[in-house]
């Protein structure tokens, strides 16, 4: 009992990890959105690396193990494209008008950046854009930014179940082993948090309301940690209880093409959106540098 203890503690220290990247995003003027772009890249930079380096080998290492290399690779790609579906399901099943993922005219991107002549004289965003009259530009643009927010967060919390129960069930079968993953797991959140939040407090001007939702988007794990392993445990267990490593194999993949598909249809086009020059490009290497070098380091 008092291993379960601690691989659910690791797994909400983990979780939790998004605050910090509140934190982080807090510390930012709010008129920055070149900080917007960078950051929205840095978070898409670490999933994509985390995703195809560390979460989808994890995951094809033990499927390989259990049904040979050519069944074991198939099983591995089908997990990563089910993730992808998963999600693709979910973000269709929002109506157009409320999804941050449909495409936005030219007059709504420009609303939430100021224009090339006031860059140029320094003039900040916030400056311009400052108390919009309901039903501008600028006010529809905002709550487009609010809903990326949100189902940013709603994403981020799917894929926070069965990386939740990834990190528990490591601790509980290996306590320095779920160390290593949730250090891990925490690193990688932290942007989660970025992502979350910023575009959240960007919109609404609310640190607590950006921090609240951030912080819940990662609290997923726990609550998926703990719900998966009753399940998991009843439906597959056994009389031992043990879970199949293929099906951790299974989850770890479905986790790889969630965060991609996240990455792609969401992440970037926000950081391109935002950016100026090759702000998002330097995000994205900078976030793939980072996870790189705490992967390399643990």
């Known amino acids: 009992m008092d291993n379960v203890w601690f691989a659910m503690g690791l797994t909400v220290l983990a979780g939790m990890a998004t605050g ?36 989808l080998p994890k995951g094809t290492a033990p499927l390989v193990e259990v049904y040979g290399g050519y069944w074991g690779d198939w099983v591995a790609a089908g997990s990563f494209f089910a993730g992808i579906l998963l999600i693709g399901v979910i973000d ?82 290996d306590p320095g082993l779920g160390v290593a993953i949730a250090v891990a797991v925490a690193l990688h959140n932290i942007p989660e948090g970025i992502s979350v939040s910023v575009p959240i407090f960007f919109a609404s001007g609310d640190r607590t309301k950006a921090f609240a939702y951030s912080a819940l988007s990662g609290l997923a794990e726990p609550v998926g940690a703990g719900v998966a392993y009753l399940a998991l445990r009843l439906l597959v267990g056994g009389p031992s209880g043990v879970i199949p490593p293929q099906v951790m194999g299974i989850l770890f993949g479905v986790v790889a093409g969630i965060m991609v598909y996240i990455s792609v249809d969401e992440l970037l086009p926000t950081s391109r959106a935002y950016g100026r020059g090759h702000d998002s490009l330097l995000g994205l290497v900078a976030g793939m540098a980072v996870m790189a070098l705490s992967l390399l380091i643990m």
């Open 92 to 173: 269709n099943l929002i109506p157009s008008a409320e999804n941050p993922h449909s495409t936005h005219s030219e007059r709504e991107r420009r609303a939430l950046r100021p224009p090339p002549e006031a860059q140029a004289a320094g003039v900040a965003a916030s400056a311009i854009a400052a108390s919009p009259p309901q039903g501008s530009p600028a006010t529809d643009d905002h709550q487009h930014l609010m809903r990326t927010g949100l189902f940013t967060a709603l994403a981020i919390a799917i894929h926070n179940f069965p990386e939740g129960l990834a990190t528990f069930l490591a601790a509980l079968d």
């Open 20 to 55: 910090i990247g509140s934190v982080i995003a807090f510390a930012t003027k709010r008129s920055n959105y070149r900080f917007l772009s960078v950051a929205t890249g840095f978070s898409a930079g670490v999933m994509l690396y985390v995703s195809f380096v560390e979460i």
